[in-house]
C-alpha cells in the first residue's frame, strides 16, 4: 500500500460508525453523561416527622444527584415553600399537624405546578385511589425502597 491509499479496514469501520445502528457510540454517551453532570441538580423538598424515612429517602435521593430538605411538619413545610424552589415532593400520608392533603393546598396556594408523591406505612388500593382524587401523583410504602422512589420519579419526569 502506498502512501496515498486508505486503509480499506479503516475505511471499513469509518463507515460502519457513521450508520446509525440504534445504538449510543461511547462518545455519544459520555457527552450525554458530562452535560448532565452540569444540569443543577433537582431539589426535592421531604416532608416526614418519620426520621427514618426521611434518611432512607435523603440516600436513596442523594445516591441518584439529587439534594433534599426535610421538614416534620406542614407548617415547616410552608415556610420551606415560600421561599425555596423546588422539583418534587414527597410527603407522609399524616403529619403531627395535618396532612397530605394540606400540603397540596400550600402548593396550590402558593402556585407550585409540582409532583407530590404520598408516603404511607399502611398503602393499600383504597389509599391509593384516595391520594390519586385529591391531586397527589403516586403512593408509595414507606420506609421507602429505592426502586420505588426511582420509579416515582421517573414517571413525575415523564408527566412534566
Not at 426535592?44 to 411538619?73: H, K, M, Y
Not at 407550585?112 to 389509599?127: G, I, M
Amino acid at each position: 500500500m502506498n502512501g496515498t491509499e486508505q486503509n480499506p479496514t479503516r475505511r471499513i469501520f469509518s463507515n460502519a460508525s457513521q450508520r446509525s445502528t440504534g445504538f449510543a457510540t461511547y462518545e455519544e454517551e459520555t457527552d450525554k453523561y458530562l452535560a448532565l453532570k452540569r444540569e443543577p441538580r433537582l431539589q426535592i423538598l421531604i416532608v416526614s416527622d418519620d426520621a427514618e424515612n426521611c434518611v432512607a429517602l435523603t440516600i436513596i435521593l442523594g445516591r441518584e444527584g439529587w439534594d433534599t430538605v426535610c421538614t416534620p411538619s406542614v407548617s415547616e413545610c410552608n415556610k420551606v415553600l415560600s421561599v425555596g424552589s423546588f422539583d418534587l415532593v414527597f410527603c407522609d400520608r399524616y403529619l403531627p399537624d395535618g396532612s397530605y392533603r394540606d400540603v397540596l393546598a400550600i402548593m396550590t396556594t402558593l402556585k407550585y405546578h409540582l409532583s407530590l408523591v404520598v408516603t404511607s406505612r399502611h398503602a393499600d388500593w383504597d389509599q391509593y385511589l384516595e391520594v390519586l382524587r385529591h391531586g397527589a401523583f403516586e403512593l408509595i410504602v414507606s420506609p421507602c425502597r429505592g426502586s420505588d422512589v426511582l420509579w416515582a420519579l421517573t414517571q413525575a419526569d415523564r408527566r412534566h
